[in-house]
């Protein structure tokens, strides 16, 4: 059901911002969005992916109570993920201009999509952990939380940044809804993580062995 809310409240809101964005810079700017999304899609995917071949991992050895594994594994997913979303927020920001020109030639989009990734790419560099924080709690059978999470990013917070900010700061206003929705759910994630992994420390039962 996580992934399955993910994609269904991504669409509500790729409506919302397309709304948001034709009232305040018009047909450009929805193109300069749907560059900024494609690029931060691609490395979303490989984030995905690497939660595909984490979750049987941590799924296994949390069952088997082996939480020392199940900790190792997230730990090394939070890092490569983080690492993907740095590398991938740096190209945004020092090379915003050239990555725009992959698609496209118009010189006015060029610019209106550079001046997006700048703000949009700001605290790009947190959403990979936050996934993999949800997809953990996935792995471990939690699905109300991994729900919960999956939605602060998509829908809960970002849905009201859409509404409340364009018509504040405008343009600017539909470009920053996704950073603060971004920090925001991140932190909390990392709360909800942080009591979980207290509770993983604490000493258990051997598993029973058939």
Known sequence: MAPFFIQVSASLVNALMNH?????????????FGIINSFSTLIIMGIVGLNNGM???????????????????????????????????LCAELFPRQLARLFTSDSELIELTAHGMHIC??????????????????????????????????????VPFILIFPPIWGLTGTWMALPCADIISTAVASTMLYFQIK????????????
């Open 20 to 32: 948001a964005l034709r009232n305040t810079g018009g047909d450009l700017a929805i193109g300069a």
């Open 121 to 158: 790419y700001a605290l790009f560099v947190v959403v990979g952990g936050q996934i993999v924080v949800t997809n953990f709690f996935q792995a471990i059978g939690k699905a109300k939380i991994s729900i919960f999470l999956s939605l602060t990013r998509q829908l809960i917070f970002l």
């Open 199 to 210: 509770k993983l420390k604490q000493p258990q039962a051997p598993a029973l062995r058939v």
């Open 55 to 89: 979750q049987p991992i941590i799924g296994y050895n949390y069952g088997a109570r082996q939480n020392d594994r199940v900790l190792k594994t997230l730990r090394y997913g939070i890092i490569i993920a983080t690492l993907a979303t740095t590398l991938g927020g």
